[in-house]
């Protein structure tokens, strides 16, 4: 079974400059997160999908950072314009809709510089 | 949202088994604790889920005592290829939003 893919691996830009970041969950998994995590913390939360539909975006950016599900597949998250402290590892996460298990599936994630 | 704490950093030797404990006081009655476990430059990875008394995989035990505001995640003879940070989390089951909260973990170093 494929597991979640994300691309680019590594993005290095100047800040105000504009950044997008693409991911490909596992087949069949309806909910899709992005999570952005800073050197030395956990993960952090920014946006959860259910299908193509937000479920919760309460802690992105939304001045910044914006994010979507097209056809409840693929998901885009974008940083417009990038800031010093958006440098981060950006990670997408799938997972099954209603399940017994907490278990969410991580991509390799992507590492923003931002200089 | 139950607040965990666990410890920054603990070190092993090969082959020993690894006790981390988690607290978190004010758990809900209908929260589950998780483990995740995270090696550098990957996303986190499932460990074990637990509600309460013992749960065991093939991995790791997860021990829940009867009040439920602390947990343990035992490794059993840990190899240098166990060197991660674990986390602890407890989750709330409302439907789709299954979030999950990260704290910052604990660093485990498996020494030779």
């Known amino acids: 079974e494929a597991g979640v893919a994300q691309s680019p691996r590594y993005k290095i830009i100047e800040k105000r400059q504009s950044v997008a970041f693409w991911c490909n969950p596992i087949?069949?998994?309806?909910?899709l997160y992005w999570y952005q995590q800073i050197l030395g913390q956990g993960p952090k939360l920014l946006i959860q999908?259910?299908?193509?539909?937000?479920?919760?975006d309460s802690q992105l950016p939304k001045d910044r950072f914006s994010a979507e599900r097209l056809k409840g597949v693929d998901s885009t998250l974008k940083i417009q314009p990038a800031k010093l402290e958006d440098s981060a590892v950006y990670l997408c996460?799938?997972?099954?809709?209603?399940?017994?298990?907490?278990?969410?599936?991580f991509g390799p994630g992507t590492r923003l510089t931002v200089l | 949202l139950a607040k965990t704490t666990q410890p920054i950093s603990m070190d092993s030797y090969e082959g020993q088994e690894v006790n981390i404990t988690c607290s978190h006081n004010?758990?809900?009655?209908?929260?589950?604790i998780t483990w995740y476990q995270q090696f550098p430059s990957q996303g986190p990875r499932f460990i074990i889920q637990?509600?309460?008394t013992k749960v065991t995989n093939e991995v790791a035990s997860l021990f829940i005592p009867a009040d439920r505001k602390s947990s343990t995640l035992s490794l059993p003879r840990v190899s240098l290829s166990d060197t991660a940070v674990y986390y602890c989390?407890?989750?709330?089951?409302?439907?789709?939003?299954?979030?999950?909260?990260f704290g910052s973990g604990t660093q485990l170093t498996v020494l030779p």
């Open positions: 087949s069949g998994h309806a909910t």
């Open positions: 999908f259910q299908n193509n539909g937000v479920v919760d």
């Open positions: 989390l407890v989750v709330i089951p409302s439907g789709s939003a299954r979030q999950l909260t």
């Open positions: 996460a799938s997972s099954l809709a209603f399940s017994g298990r907490f278990e969410q599936f």
């Open positions: 004010n758990i809900a009655t209908n929260d589950y």
């Open positions: 637990g509600y309460k």
